[in-house]
């Protein structure tokens, strides 16, 4: 009976990692890795996850996710640049860290631009800048406001020394002139507890992780990037509305692979993945992560990457912000 | 000769404290320290470095004091056996598949006890790799190759 | 009563077949990859996340739930009958667990921790119905001040937990403390004594350390005196844990349930804390402390229930206000967030049939687990049969495959072997590695929030002992340390350590 159940949990295992294959495609010839350069959970990872079986059905071979945290995403981003340059070998995150990763690494065992070839962005997702109840601040003008009038009695927390809403919070304290603690804490969601609870009091961060917060009351909403006002807040105003520097910071998660890839190949790629962003169900389930679907070519991330490594870099040097 | 000293434990212990924080002070030489309001990047490390630099002469010096007191004898073979077996998977998992890898830590890691019988081993080492094949990499999508090619 | 219509409401939707036939597949996969060493719950769930978009929200929840309790199960398992503790949980169960399996207890140990499993699942399980809300609101109100004081307090209940000198101990926590100072400085961005190895800039992985430190050294050692380990596997007869084990065991459950549920709620600590609290307070409360790390059932029953019930209890954060208590957590939010639901609040009264159902499901699913192990004690036991020289090599292969597999990361592998060689040596000369583990997790908190502390308050450490809740959990530990240093303490330690 019990043995029955342990083959009975190993065929149920095995039933999801069965990958049957027809092979249809000469360009794939052995199974293609999706590495994710953070630990399992996060919006690359879901992203990955969401997109894997689609590729799997698009390219005739298995697709597995293969999660390689670590050093910023910097372990997972040089498997992919140091990997065999045939396509097979694909990064998924979000291309904001490869932006900073050349001012904040000086050493960095890869280089971004020559050894990681760009396939397509996948999605956008914009950053909702919060503040605990407890500040007495409803709009962009009036946190300003409060800003200046008590210098260094607000904290911004942030995911981490380095990471995007850290350098984000830094240039929007120079470029308004104010002045506010930052506080680094172990990624986002240690972050937004953080300022739930209090003991930070903003925060800027992902839509996904601070829309609940914000509609359930505990954060306040203050402004959000993007183009537009996101639908689920009306009333927020947007970073372009308030006259805030910054208005396109957000998850930019793109697709990438090792930067020698034959060009037929990456078009290959980009193609398939065009063809997946345009499904209905994946458009639907990025809308649940707050994202926005975000089709486009290789070169237009090429384009994204050299202009925020260059902005960026700007303001990681202006502010002196090291991670050694 | 008459009444042996050195408590060979307490002292290799002490021994081995100190040249952890001597490490742990080389290794921080460079990060800046702060207060204890205001603490650098360094000053945990070296606070803590001291302690066991602390805790470290404490038990090398009563070890050279306390009566005498053995270490049960270092037998080379399992050490070797073990180690050997953990850094030859090391070295294989990636590039020569798990299959081997799996074979081969086997087969060493049962050089270290003297009881291992050679055909016995063989022929487990094959069912086990192949148990840790399906299981890892069918069921489980462990993502390393099976085989070298 | 309203909790009354709430439960019912839960139970409701859990006794629907097809929830329980998903919550029996989450347990028993849980079981499975627990008994695994190394590999852990993280990456079987994320692996299963996929397929569970085409279930109802409630069903999948309630199967994950089922892998990530199902787990701790299985995880003590692995570290009663080998000495490889697979989660961070399982480290204190190594301690008098597996020297029970020495002396040919390995059957009551395997017994007794599926039994206290089960009391402290149930007893969770009515915790999260009663008090989700207001243990909720007692979470939110630690800051990094609490926490500090809270670290402290758990740091000192690891120096009573050894069974060696209090000395030795503090130094082996102080080692803890510094190994885990060695990776990317979260305050500062800093990388500390990484040498360069982009792998150590994360710090180092709790799974090597423990699986070097606890299974290989032991490996090592128990190949050099072939008399000791056959004991392992000989003596098999008496599966059933006596009556007596049984009267040891139940207040030790009860004690452990009630940390355990506590500790659980406070994210962060998570899966360390509780364990290895509720085996200081066994030790603190037993006549004859000297028997533990000797093969104590309490050392056993104790930690197990605390680990299941903060397992259990570290739902409530995310339950009702949608904020991940550790790594599995946030899972479980992209999980919800993959159906559609945003946590947060709002859930539990949205979605009120999704909560109470996952939060009954944690009930079946302990009784299932229940009903799975007993049975399968005879199973396991079986399995130290088999012999050593064939098992071992066996359990080296997993440990090497499991620490890979933690992050796909050779490094980890070649860190397992550093420490089994550290750990050789700390048998050699004597000393306990388990307070040095509680460092190593404990370690980088306690610096973090001390920092970050100090950082908020401009400097000012009064806010340590102004703040009440953190005054009164550093108020316990001035008592601890002044019942450890009284004349009367330090004398019946002696004696029990003459031995």
């Not at chain 1, 350098?167 to 304290?173: D, S």
Request: with cysteine; net charge neutral; charged share 15%.
């Amino acid at each position: 009976m019990t043995l029955r159940l342990f083959k009975a949990a190993v065929a149920a295992l095995a039933l999801g990692a069965a990958f049957a294959a027809p092979a249809s495609s000469q360009t794939f010839d052995r199974p293609v890795r999706i590495v994710v350069p953070f630990a399992p959970g996060g919006t690359s990872d879901i992203l990955a996850r969401l997109i894997a079986p689609k590729l799997q059905e698009a390219v005739g071979q298995p697709v597995v996710v293969e999660n390689k945290p670590g050093a910023a995403g910097n372990i997972g981003a040089d498997t992919v640049a140091k990997a065999k340059p045939d396509g097979h070998t694909l990064l998924l995150m979000d291309i904001g860290s490869l932006a900073v990763a050349p001012s904040l690494f000086p050493d960095l065992s890869y280089n971004v631009e020559n050894d990681l070839a760009p396939v397509g962005m996948v999605m956008f997702g914009p950053y909702v800048l919060a503040v605990n109840p407890s500040v007495p601040a409803k709009s962009v003008a009036e946190l300003v406001a409060y800003a200046k009038a008590n210098p260094g009695k607000l904290a911004v927390a942030n995911s981490g020394v380095g990471a995007l809403n850290h350098i984000t919070a830094v240039a929007l304290a120079r470029n308004l002139g104010i002045e506010w603690k930052n506080v680094p804490y172990k990624g986002g969601s240690a972050a937004s507890r953080a300022v739930v609870s209090g003991e930070s009091t903003v925060i800027i961060n992902g839509v996904t992780a601070t829309l609940p917060f914000v509609t359930s009351g505990q954060l306040v909403g203050i402004a959000v990037t993007g183009d537009k006002r996101l639908p689920a807040l009306p009333n927020v105003e947007t970073f372009k509305e308030a006259k805030l520097p910054l208005d396109d910071a957000g998850t930019w998660q793109a697709l990438l692979t090792s930067g020698k890839t034959p060009p037929e190949v990456v078009a290959k790629l980009n193609a398939e993945l065009q063809k997946i962003l345009a499904m209905p169900e994946i458009q639907e389930k990025i809308a649940e992560q707050g994202g926005m679907v975000r089709p486009g070519t290789a070169d237009a991330v090429k384009t994204w990457l050299s202009t925020n490594t260059k902005a960026w870099g700007e303001i990681i040097r202006a502010a002196d912000i090291k991670v050694n | 000769m008459t009444q042996r000293r050195i408590d060979w434990p307490d002292l290799l212990f002490g021994l081995f404290l100190i040249c952890v924080a001597a490490g742990a002070f080389a290794a921080t030489a460079r990060l800046s320290g702060g207060t204890a309001a205001d603490m650098g990047p360094g000053y945990m490390p070296r606070a803590i470095a001291f302690g066991l630099l602390g805790f470290g002469l404490f038990f090398a010096g009563r070890g050279l004091v306390r009566p005498f007191a053995g270490i049960a004898q270092v037998q080379a073979r399992p050490i070797l056996g073990i180690a050997a077996s953990v850094a030859v998977f090391a070295l294989l998992v990636e590039d020569a598949g798990l299959a081997l890898a799996a074979f081969a830590a086997i087969v060493i890691a049962a050089l270290a006890s003297r009881e291992s019988r050679l055909v016995e081993v063989l022929l487990f080492g094959i069912a086990v790799s192949a148990g840790a094949v399906l299981l890892f990499v069918k069921a489980l999508a462990l993502p390393v190759p099976i085989w070298p090619w | 009563m309203e909790l009354f219509d709430n439960l019912l409401l839960g139970l409701s939707t859990a006794l629907q077949l097809n929830n329980l036939v998903y919550c029996l597949i989450g347990v028993v996969i849980g079981t499975a990859i627990g008994v695994l060493p190394g590999i852990g719950p993280i990456p079987t769930v994320a692996l299963l996340l996929p397929f569970t978009f085409g279930l109802e929200p409630a069903s999948s929840l309630i199967m994950l739930a089922g892998i990530f309790y199902g787990a701790q199960y299985g995880g003590s398992t692995t570290a009663i009958l080998v000495n490889v503790p697979g989660e961070t949980s399982s480290v204190v169960t190594c301690l008098d667990g597996h020297e029970m399996a020495k002396q040919g207890r390995a059957g009551p140990a395997l017994a007794i921790a599926a039994i206290s499993s089960f009391f402290a699942g149930t007893v969770a399980t009515v915790v999260i119905a009663v008090l989700s809300l207001p243990l909720a609101a007692l979470a939110l109100k630690f800051t990094a001040v609490e926490y500090f004081s809270l670290l402290v307090l758990g740091l000192f209940a690891a120096v009573i937990l050894a069974h060696g000198s209090v000395a030795k101990s503090l130094a082996m926590v102080l080692l803890g403390l510094m190994i885990g100072t060695v990776g990317i400085d979260v305050n500062s961005g800093v990388a500390r004594m990484t040498f360069g190895v982009p792998a150590l800039a994360d710090g180092l992985d709790f799974v090597p350390v423990a699986m070097g430190l606890f299974g290989l050294a032991e490996i090592m050692a128990n190949l050099e005196r072939p008399e000791t380990r056959q004991v392992v596997s000989q003596k098999l007869r008496d599966l059933v844990p006596s009556w007596a084990d049984l009267k040891a065991a139940f207040p030790a459950m009860l004690r452990g349930t009630f940390i355990g549920s506590a500790l659980g709620v406070l994210p962060g600590g998570g899966a360390a804390l509780p364990p290895f609290t509720a085996y200081a307070v066994e030790k603190k409360l037993a006549r004859d402390p000297s028997r533990f790390g000797k093969g104590a059932i309490e050392g056993v029953a104790g930690p197990e229930a605390a680990n299941n019930a903060g397992a259990q209890t570290s739902f409530i954060p995310l339950l009702t206000l949608g904020i991940p208590a550790n790594a599995l957590m946030a899972l479980m939010i992209g999980a919800l967030m993959m159906q559609g639901i945003q946590p947060g609040p709002q859930v539990m009264t949205e979605q009120p049939q999704l909560v109470w159902g996952v939060i009954a499901s944690m009930w079946t699913g302990n009784l299932m687990l229940l009903i799975i192990n007993l049975p399968l004690v005879g199973v396991w036991v079986s399995m130290l049969k088999i012999p050593y020289r064939l098992l071992f090599p066996a359990i080296v292969l997993f440990c090497c495959i499991g620490t890979y597999g933690i992050s796909n990361s050779v490094f980890n592998v070649w860190l397992m072997l550093g420490c089994a060689l550290v750990g050789y040596f700390f048998i050699k000369v004597g000393v306990e590695p388990a307070p040095l583990l509680l460092g190593l997790v404990l370690g980088p908190q306690l610096e973090e929030n001390f920092r970050r502390a100090m950082q908020l308050s401009d400097g000012d450490p009064s806010v340590f002992v102004t703040r009440p809740i953190s005054a009164l959990l550093l108020g316990i530990v001035v008592l601890l340390l002044a019942a450890l240093l009284s004349p009367a303490v330090l004398r019946k330690r002696k004696q029990a350590l003459s031995e």
